[in-house]
């Protein structure tokens, strides 16, 4: 038991809770910051009644008594104020009207604020305390008694109990007014409006409060001791304890640093973003922002493990990216000063060479001006001739050698396997590489006629099976006939007679494809290209085909974009490409789907485009079914030989088409592109 818990601390499974742990601490945090952040005016205030908020809706409230009984004088709908501010400017009537629907706004929804407003001169008394529901039936004195209450008359504010907003606008309003007014919010708090909203609020809040401060500190303590046991236990085996590198350990430091110093910024910049947004942010705004912030988490997270497993296995300093190329370079240099790729003297041609000028010219300059000779600066320009002389011809050849292993290259790689080099006339600097070019076109010629050798042999031993199989063959089918006439009773022999007959033509028909798919991969096939109507073609072929479609319960549609398409093309072939193509959509095509046949060209070709959905999935690359024997039905249970496509490319390639199969999931295309005919 004891070693098994000693060996828990290093298993997968520890350090996967462990890093989900690591995550929800982290997560914990940031949503206890957030939600602090968001609620910090809540957290600041010592009560409800030192809630700004609260503060600012006692204040809205106050203010729109005052305007809507006092400073309004009076009317109390749209058409009053125009009528009985006639007389005013248009910005005043309309700060009239902006303050009549804001006050109505909010007497409209008030419940808990109460007001008793008097006019000293007349003795008007304007309210809404209902003095039935309290012993004391003095409504100033039951205002008087509530916690927040506001006395205003046009001495001024008397608000002891009470912070308030818009002091100034208010005392300005009722100055010089008989009016005095006694506000208060009533409690107990009744349901049903703001105020008795943001209390619920504001106590589920402080309640809230002290929790996400608890949960911080317990999931930051939490979260440092679970990274310290991730970053002591990472990169131990659980079986042998030893160092183990996990497959981001391949990827280099330097990579894995500009990785995290990418998403560094972004993650600064959300959480700054966050902060600046969080006032009446959404709760759904405040999830995608901690998603953001974990993703960021997990990349440092990811990062800082790395960097402790190859700290421990001592790997830091090989997997850094840039001091590998500073290596690669370093190391090319001195493969270049040891003589492995170039001559010391070839790279110290060029410098010596501009060292020698420069000597000389300085040298020139000298003998004239201190001897006043001609001699000596004639003779320096002499030799300063020679030096340079030199080196163009020494540049020339070098030149000149580039040009012809050039052009030797340029030959091989054309195909042109005989063309030979004058290595003697290069200088010794490209002359071994000319010598190899060479090595590898002799090894390059040896197996290409190795491999003409051998598909001429093939070609050959085709050629003598398909004649030998011939005669045989011929013998049987004579004898079938033979039978045919034959009076045979049983019923099974005539049977048998059907079978053999069946299987000798279908061997005929192999072996001459045989034959046929022989001489066309190697060429030997004479070509007789003429201007042929490719929609008439396609059209005779149809009629030969059109009986066997309808028996395959196939509907065929062929599609003309120009029924006057000539293509240079040998109609023989051309009818046995159609052919082919044909029969391999009716071997294979699904019962009761359609074979489409487009016709139309291009700027240089006529384009013969078949599609047919397989009845089998093609579970086979494309370019594999132009190879002989190979076909889409691998479990070959329909009949075929798997050379039709290859006999098709390879006609389609003897008269200077292009032959290309596209399968999509079911669908078979193949498209054939022959050369217009120009007129």
Known sequence: MGIKLKNIKYSKISKVIGVIMAWLCFVSICGSVFFLIKNDQIVASNSYYSYPKYVSNFSTHVVSIVDYYIWLKGPKSEEEIRVFYAQEDDDIVNQKMASFHNATRVISKNLNFAYYIKNTETGEIITNVNVTEWKEKNPVEILKKQQEYVFINQKGINYDTVVMYHLDEIAEKVNETPYEVHCAVIEPLKKGDEFYNDYIYYKRVKTITAFAIVLMVVSFILLLGVLIYLFYFAGRDEKSRKLSLSFIDRIYVDIQTLIVFIFFPVYISCFRHAIDSFYGSTTGYIFGIIILLSVAFFVVLTYLLSLTRQKKAGKILENILFLKILKKIKDFIKICYNGKIFRVWILLILPLYTFINILLAFAAGINANRYNGEEFFLFTVVILAI?????????????????????????????????????????????????????????????????????????????????????????????????????????????????????SARLKVLIEDLVEASKASSGNMPVNLEKVNLYELVMQVYGEFQEKSEKAALDIRINAADRN?????????????????????????????????????????????????????????????????????????????????????????????KFNIEIDGDLFKVIVEIPLCEE
Request: net charge positive; proline share 1%.
């Open 387 to 503: 030096v340079n002389l030199a080196a163009f011809f020494f540049t020339a050849r070098g030149l000149k050698a580039i040009s012809i292993i050039m052009e030797g290259t340029k030959q091989i790689s054309g195909g042109n396997l005989d063309y030979k080099m004058d290595v003697d006339k290069m200088s010794l600097a490209f002359a071994a590489f000319a010598e190899n070019i060479c090595n590898i076109q002799g090894g390059l010629k040896k197996a290409v006629d190795k491999a003409i050798k051998g598909e001429r042999m093939k070609t050959e031993l085709i050629t003598n099976v398909t004649h030998d199989l011939k005669t045989p063959l011929t013998s049987i089918i004579n004898y079938v006939d033979l039978l045919k006439g034959e009076e045979i009773g049983s019923k099974k022999g005539k049977e048998y007679i059907g079978v053999l007959e069946e299987k």
């Open 565 to 657: 398409i000539f293509v240079l093309a040998d109609g023989k072939h051309m009818w046995r490409i159609m052919e082919n193509l044909m029969s391999n959509a009716l071997k294979y095509s699904m019962k009761g789907s359609r074979v489409y046949i487009n016709i139309s060209k291009n700027n240089t070709d006529g384009v013969l485009t078949i599609k047919n959905i397989s009845a089998l999935p093609l579970e086979i690359p494309a370019e594999r079914l132009t190879e002989r024997f190979v076909r889409g039905d691998e479990s070959r249970t329909t009949e075929g030989s798997g050379l039709g496509i290859s006999i098709a490319q390879s006609l389609t390639y003897v008269q200077k088409g």
